[in-house]
């Protein structure tokens, strides 16, 4: 049994009836090689079942602290494959818009918090025999690092790897005692005060010296609805470290500079390109190399992304410098600022908190303080399988909030780099562009490369 983490916490407060805090990862295979050339939900069900013993968040489910006194808790539960693993399939054609409606559906609902706070749907009806697996698990549970160390779990090097028994490792353990959990959270809450007036001098100054921009207010930084747009792209991975290669600068960097040239692309065409640039929030992650546990370790940084420059080659540099200036100044202050700074914040008072901060972003009379969240998250270099049937690509999607209508996750997979956008449904109803720009912004800067 463990406790549900700060960061975590935070994560549970912010969902309401609009807002969902879950991340999920959209796998596309090719199961011709399977007998009868199908994957099927049963092939699904036994394989997450042969692996449940090294997958801790598909086995957790929450436990309320009576009152909300306290963070809540996670305990083993058994789970229910039948529930959580589900089969739908797309009518013909079965063509990306109609998958990306479908994904964008289910990932607009929230999920059950009586169970363990994951699922996963296996969508036939694929162009060509394909189909798809979306998983969808609570970023309370597993930040972007952990959520591909997931996916790397439930996937192989080979079709059809010799495994060795595990499923009887897992076991389930009685919910926390309540009265011992009211009890702490009781405690705890009279620590609280303490404890914030202590942790206070060290976060003040990782605040003061953290960069604090005004952002220009976009469609896309009002309150969101409960719906949900999908935009995907697919780069080639060497396309992008030619253009890294030429100007000497990151991968990551060069994610940026595109995401910026798609994004003033979609605001000009809206007529709403504002004179200075946007405002992102850069995960980054506080993991080191080695296995990693469950939960959130992340920090963030907020950049300056050069949608007000015109140039593509303008907004390589640019991009870079922005980003050396961000991860420069985090380096120099507490990285770990944004977990400080919500343990000042007593449990009892987090969900109101939570909303409070993301409401702040969408009240006209204030300069939000950023207008995108966007994210890099390194994926498996080499062919993967899941089930026996070979996958094809492999997808990000994070979730939005109230003033922060878009977001922006790529990952890389076997030679390419794939874009999952996530927008609000009345916000960005064309969210498909900006993805297709993205990549379109890439071929811009390889005809540089090329002359």
């Known amino acids: 049994m463990r406790q549900v983490d700060d960061l975590g916490a935070m994560y549970l407060a912010a969902e309401n009836s609009r807002v969902t805090t879950h991340t999920a990862a959209l796998v596309t295979v090719d199961p011709s090689a399977l007998p009868d050339g199908r994957l099927t939900v049963g092939m699904v069900r036994a394989m ?26 996670w305990a083993e539960t058994g789970v229910d494959l039948d529930f959580h693993v589900r089969e739908i399939a797309l009518p013909p054609p079965g063509d990306e818009a109609q998958l990306r409606e479908q994904v964008a559906r289910i990932f607009s609902r929230q999920l059950d918090r009586s169970r363990p706070l994951w699922e996963m749907y296996l969508i036939q009806g694929l162009a060509h025999g394909r189909a798809a697996v979306l998983t969808k698990v609570h ?59 202590a942790d206070l001098p060290g976060v003040l100054t990782g605040l003061e010296e953290q ?33 890294k290669n030429r100007f000497t600068v990151s ?27 946007l405002t992102a929030v850069v995960p980054v992650s506080l993991r080191g190399s080695g296995p990693s546990s469950y939960g959130n370790q992340l920090s963030a940084v907020v950049v300056r992304i050069p949608t007000d420059e015109p140039e593509p080659d303008g907004r390589v ?59 890099n998250v390194p ?39 794939t874009a999952g956008i996530v927008a609000d449904r009345d916000q960005v109803p064309d969210v498909q562009r900006i993805a297709d720009w993205m990549a379109e912004e890439l071929a811009v800067l390889l005809k540089q490369v090329d002359d």
Not at 58 to 73: A, I, M, Q, S
Not at 339 to 346: E, G, M
Not at 396 to 404: C, E, N, S, V
């Open 139 to 197: 970023h309370a549970a597993a930040d972007g690092r952990t959520g591909a160390q997931i996916l790397s779990i439930l996937t192989d090097p080979v079709p059809h790897p010799d495994l060795p028994p595990g499923a009887e490792q897992v076991v389930t353990s009685p919910p926390p005692n309540t009265t011992a959990m009211l009890i702490h959270g009781l405690v705890d809450l009279v620590r609280q005060p303490l404890r914030a007036w």
């Open 317 to 375: 540099n640019a991009a870079h410098q922005a980003m050396l200036t961000a991860l420069r100044d985090h380096r120099a202050t507490a990285p770990d600022t944004l977990a400080d700074t919500i343990r000042l914040v007593s449990p009892v008072l987090v969900g109101l908190t939570a909303q409070l901060l993301t409401g702040l972003n969408t009240w006209a009379p204030l300069t939000p303080a950023m207008n995108v969240n966007i994210s």
């Open 251 to 277: 991968v990551n960097d060069v994610v940026m500079a595109i995401a910026a040239g798609a994004l003033r692309r979609w605001l000009l065409e809206h007529d709403e390109l504002p004179a200075d640039p």
């Open 48 to 73: 997450v079942r042969d692996r449940l013993h090294l997958i801790a968040p598909f086995r957790w489910r929450l436990v309320r602290v009576p009152l909300g006194l306290d963070r809540p808790y």
């Open 379 to 417: 994926g498996p270099p080499d062919q993967l399988y899941f089930a026996g049937a070979r996958v094809e690509s492999m997808v990000p999607l994070a979730g939005i909030t109230d003033g922060l209508g878009l977001n922006i996750t790529v990952m890389s997979y076997h030679g390419e780099l």
């Open 211 to 243: 960069p604090i921009f005004g952002a220009p207010r976009t469609s896309f930084n009002r309150r969101v609805s409960p719906h949900r747009r999908i935009g995907l792209a697919t780069m080639t991975l060497n396309d992008v470290k030619r253009v």
